[in-house]
């Protein structure tokens, strides 16, 4: 049976949950929780998808990543209002969630999220260390070129620009990067697709 996610990581994924045509993956709401948390702006109304399921991404992702990997998504319940995307969750560890908000009907991802909930006491190093690996683990996945060092190191970066800062974002190429950190409660890595322009 699937342990219920606890209230501090639903506050902290809701402040990712954006109203007025914007919308962004949020965990399970099994306890009651406010809904005038303030939010980040995310995932744009028109944003394109990845070429890639979350079942196809979760595959390559496990295989990739023998000993760090991401089990099954849990969908979240539609709000109202919104009929253009599902939303999924999954649990790692006690401290860490990957979450993604997809394309309905096709299950492609317009968005994939690793949600860090910072921890007190001897565990701190490892479990900040965990959380880094996931998500270079993570970034690799939409950028195979990266090295696992160049990875890490990017997640590194991205973090010291986006430290204290609720919206952080950097776009390369046909992905952008969000950092949302939200102290304690919670440190995101977003990853996006943006539409290129065609040049005149």
């Not at 950092?179 to 943006?194: H, Q, R, W, Y």
Request: charge should be neutral; glycine fraction near 6%; hydrophobic fraction near 40%.
């Amino acid at each position: 049976m699937k342990k219920a996610l606890p209230l501090r990581l639903i506050s902290t994924l809701l402040l990712l949950t954006l109203g007025s045509g914007v919308a962004f993956a949020d965990p399970p709401t099994d306890h009651t929780v406010v809904d005038d948390t303030p939010t980040a702006p995310y995932l744009m109304p028109g944003a394109p998808t990845f070429e890639m399921t979350l079942v196809s991404f979760r595959e390559k992702y496990n295989i990739a990543n023998p000993t760090q990997q991401i089990g099954e998504f849990r969908s979240i319940a539609d709000k109202p209002g919104d009929t253009l995307l599902t939303r999924a969750a999954s649990k790692i560890n006690e401290d860490l969630y990957a979450s993604t908000a997809l394309e309905k009907g096709t299950g492609k991802i317009k968005s994939m999220q690793m949600t860090y909930m910072p921890i007190q006491g001897a565990d701190e190093k490892a479990a900040h260390a965990t959380a880094i690996s996931y998500m270079a683990n993570l970034l690799r996945q939409f950028d195979p070129t990266m090295s696992v060092d160049q990875s890490v190191a990017k997640v590194n970066a991205l973090i010291d620009k986006g430290k204290g800062l609720p919206f952080y974002q950097q776009q390369v190429g046909a992905v952008r990067y969000v950092i949302s950190d939200n102290g304690e409660k919670g440190l995101t890595l977003a990853i996006e697709p943006v539409k290129l322009a065609l040049a005149n």
